[in-house]
């Protein structure tokens, strides 16, 4: 498409493809997930994130509670 409408002097479109191993599932055709799909990641970590996180808290619980999501994560990974 680049070569097609003559856009290869569009630096941002030069990016975008760069970063293509980032973009949707359709393009992730064919690489190693250990079978978890992009759906049950989501319902996994929002799930998750449930149990910190709720509609009654004001901008500063979120964050610190947000925080704690964070950290909790990554120790779990680890």
Do not use: P
């Not at 064919?30 to 004001?58: I, P």
């Amino acid at each position: 498409m680049i070569n097609t409408y003559n856009l290869g002097h569009q630096q941002w479109l030069n990016d975008l493809y760069r970063k293509r191993d980032q973009w949707a599932e359709a393009y992730l055709h064919g690489h190693f997930f250990a079978g978890v799909r992009t759906t049950q990641r989501c319902k996994s970590e929002n799930a998750y994130v449930k149990c910190y996180l709720t509609s009654r808290n004001n901008l500063t619980e979120f964050f610190w509670n947000f925080e704690i999501v964070i950290v909790n994560s990554r120790q779990q990974e680890v």
